[in-house]
C-alpha cells in the first residue's frame, strides 16, 4: 500500500513539471521559430541553451519534491518491521524489535523500547510519537518521543506501565514458556507482534526569533485578555 502511494505521489509531481515544462516548451517553440525565420545563429544556439537549462531545472525540482515526500527507513536487523499505516489513518505503526524473547515493564516503570529502525526525512517535517488505542487501554503510556529529521540513530520508544502489575511484551512463539516460568506472578502479555506506538509526521513551520526590549514587550504585547494568568487562570 505504501508503495502504491509513494508511486502515486512521483506520477503527479512528475505529471505538474511535465505540464509546466510542455508550457515552456510551446513557448520556446515560437521564439525559437522566429530566430529561425530571421536566420539567426545566435539566437538559435541561446534558445536551446534555455530550454536544456528549463529541462534539467524541471527535473531536479521533481526529484527534489519527490524525496521530500519521501520517508526513508532502515532496518537494523532481521526482526525490524517497517512502519506502515492504511488509508485514511494518521499515524503509522511502530513495532518494538529486541533479541531477548520478551522484555519486562514493572509497574511504574518507564523503559526504552528499541525498534530496530533509523530514518531519514526532509527537514520540513518532525516524527511524532503518540500513544495507540491498544497502549493507553492497556495503562502503557507514551512519554517523550520528537524524532527530529536530523536524527539518523534507532528510535527508541519510551513507555510507561501506569499500573500496579507488571506487564510483558512477549514473542507469539514464547508466550507458552514465558506463562510457565512466570506463573506465580501477575504478569500481563502485550504482544510482541501488536504495533507499540504510532508515528505522526507533522510540518514544521519555519519561524525565525527576535530579541525585544522589555519597554517595547509592555507597550505592543503584553495587552491580552489573559495577560500573566497561569495554570487555572482562565477558571474553565
Not at 505538474?16 to 510542455?22: D, G, K, L
Not at 525585544?212 to 507597550?219: N, P, R
Request: hydrophobic content about 40%; aromatic content about 12%; proline content about 3%.
Amino acid at each position: 500500500m505504501m508503495t502504491k502511494k509513494k508511486n502515486s505521489i512521483k506520477r503527479e509531481i512528475v505529471w505538474n513539471y511535465t505540464v509546466i515544462f510542455c508550457f515552456l516548451f510551446i513557448i520556446w517553440l515560437g521564439i525559437f521559430d522566429k530566430a529561425v525565420e530571421d536566420k539567426n545563429l545566435l539566437c538559435m544556439v541561446c534558445d536551446v541553451i534555455v530550454i536544456v537549462l528549463w529541462a534539467v531545472i524541471c527535473i531536479v525540482y521533481a526529484r527534489d519534491k519527490i524525496d521530500r515526500k519521501t520517508i526513508k527507513f532502515k532496518l537494523l536487523n532481521n526482526e525490524a518491521k517497517l512502519p506502515c499505516k492504511k488509508d485514511g489513518d494518521a499515524g503509522y505503526d511502530i513495532y518494538a524489535s529486541f533479541e531477548d524473547n520478551w522484555l519486562i515493564i514493572r509497574p511504574h516503570q518507564t523503559t526504552m523500547i528499541p525498534t530496530g529502525i533509523a530514518s531519514a526525512f526532509a527537514n520540513d517535517y518532525v516524527a511524532v510519537l503518540k500513544e495507540r488505542g491498544s497502549t493507553g487501554t492497556r495503562g502503557l503510556g507514551q512519554r517523550a518521543g520528537i524524532i527530529d529529521a536530523s536524527y539518523r540513530g534507532e528510535w527508541f520508544v519510551p513507555i510507561t506501565n501506569h499500573n500496579d502489575y507488571t506487564i510483558a511484551i512477549v514473542k507469539d512463539v514464547w508466550i507458552d514458556e514465558f506463562k510457565a516460568r512466570h506463573e506465580a506472578e501477575s504478569i500481563r502479555i502485550y504482544p510482541y507482534e501488536k504495533a507499540i506506538c504510532q508515528a505522526l509526521f507533522l510540518p514544521v513551520p519555519k519561524l525565525s526569533i527576535e530579541q525585544i526590549s522589555k519597554i517595547e514587550f509592555a507597550e505592543k504585547y503584553a495587552h491580552t485578555e489573559r495577560g500573566e494568568g497561569a495554570l487555572g487562570s482562565s477558571g474553565k
